[in-house]
């Protein structure tokens, strides 16, 4: 983790050409042919397409000292199937972000958001679809056929929204969005902490609805919640056990923990139709450890001191980023196969890495300042482009 931090930097953001091609400009935006790829598009194709977004510098500017922070153009580029589909404009006068945390791919389109002194703006694929009064960061997204919808945590202090297309739907004054927001079906889970309390209340978006999630008289603790095959399950301490349960379908669920441990974090791993637990552990030598776990039983531990960065789960199995918390050491988990990141490189951004039709893609930087990559099952490809990676994410038919 501590490589991934020390470059995890803000950097201030050329406009360039990518692919070599002179793609249609219009208003700073530049389109390629990897526009084509995207559904609905011209060349859409009936298999899963991955995408990765990144922050492309001028050549030969070096982007990781940033010397000329603050004046340097820089672009926001995305690629579908390592094909060149969008590029835009970064910078205030364009209301879009260097932040990695604040673009996300949906269904095949860039959503950005951005704060100015007063407002909140959200984009699609670099142009204007609405803006609300108020600074906020957006903690989640969801759009559907309905409209964009979005939980938006204040950049003031306390208070969040949840909104449809910029008009309120739910507000509070007083909490502050706790955890990691969740994504279920149809929408996503999320919770609060009181203002000048420890109570804390959890809530479940769906259909664009808004409801409060009861849960039982004995939990000390919520770590998660989500929903799977239209049931909500949540993972709890309780009073009296020693390490977390699931509950769901009005049933308790043991976790099968390692004996003598500490729970450090326990969440939900996004699964289409199963339920998958990440936790992370320490030892009573202070080491940190994960494992996963399914509904009845434990998947998996990895190696002593691996913790999971992030995973992702695929009809072919579960893979995961593995970070070493002390040394900050890289390794990739396929499926259970474990393997070294390639010598040279790190990982940056929000969401490294997505699997689709069986192959595993992690968006890697090149620690010497040079091109990007993605591992691809053991491959590395290169995107030509003088930059990092911010994400990696995959649309399937």
Not at 275 to 285: K, P, R
């Amino acid at each position: 983790m501590a490589i991934v931090a020390g470059l995890a930097i803000m950097v201030s953001c050329g406009l360039r050409e990518i692919g070599g091609e002179l793609p249609q400009k219009n208003e700073g935006i530049w389109e390629g042919p990897g526009a084509d790829l995207k559904p609905g598009g011209s060349g859409a194709v009936k298999k899963s397409v991955w995408y990765t977004t990144g922050f492309d510098y001028p050549d030969g500017y070096d982007w990781m000292s940033d010397p000329e922070a603050g004046s340097v153009k820089c672009s926001l580029v995305v690629y579908a199937n390592a094909v060149p589909m969008l590029k835009i404009p970064v910078g205030t006068d364009y209301h879009t972000s260097a932040d990695p945390d604040m673009h996300r791919m949906i269904d095949g389109d860039l959503y950005t958001d951005f704060s100015t002194d007063s407002m909140t703006v959200i984009k699609k694929n670099g142009r204007y679809l609405f803006s609300y009064p108020g600074r906020e960061m957006i903690a989640g997204m969801h759009v559907d056929s309905s409209g964009v919808y979005t939980l938006g945590q204040s950049r003031h202090g306390e208070g969040f929204t949840f909104r449809k297309n910029g008009d309120l739907l739910f507000e509070r004054v007083n909490g502050n969005l706790i955890g990691r927001i969740s994504i279920v079906e149809n929408g996503f889970a999320f919770s609060e902490k009181v203002a000048g309390s420890s109570a804390e209340r959890y809530y479940l978006y769906r259909g664009g609805k808004v409801s409060q999630i009861a849960v039982r008289e004995d939990v000390k603790k919520v770590w998660d919640v989500t929903v799977c095959n239209g049931e909500v399950f949540f993972i709890a301490s309780l009073t009296g056990i020693a390490y977390p349960v699931l509950v769901g379908r009005d049933e308790l669920h043991m976790l099968d923990f390692p004996m003598s441990v500490r729970t450090v974090s326990c969440c939900f791993v996004p699964a289409r139709n199963e339920v998958l637990i990440e936790g992370v552990f320490a030892t009573s030598d202070g080491a940190l450890t994960s494992g996963l776990w399914s509904m009845n039983k434990r998947e998996c531990l990895f190696p002593k001191g691996m913790i999971v960065w992030t995973s992702y789960v695929d009809d072919g199995g579960v893979s995961c980023l593995l970070s070493h918390y002390a040394t900050g050491d890289l390794k990739i988990s396929r499926c259970g196969e474990i393997c070294d990141l390639p010598q040279g490189y790190t990982v940056m951004g929000t969401v490294p890495l997505a699997m689709a039709d069986g192959i595993l893609y992690v968006g890697m930087t090149s620690l010497a300042g040079g091109e990007p990559a993605v591992w691809m099952d053991g491959e590395v490809k290169k995107l030509g482009f003088n930059g990092y990676i911010s994400s990696i994410s995959v649309w399937k038919p």
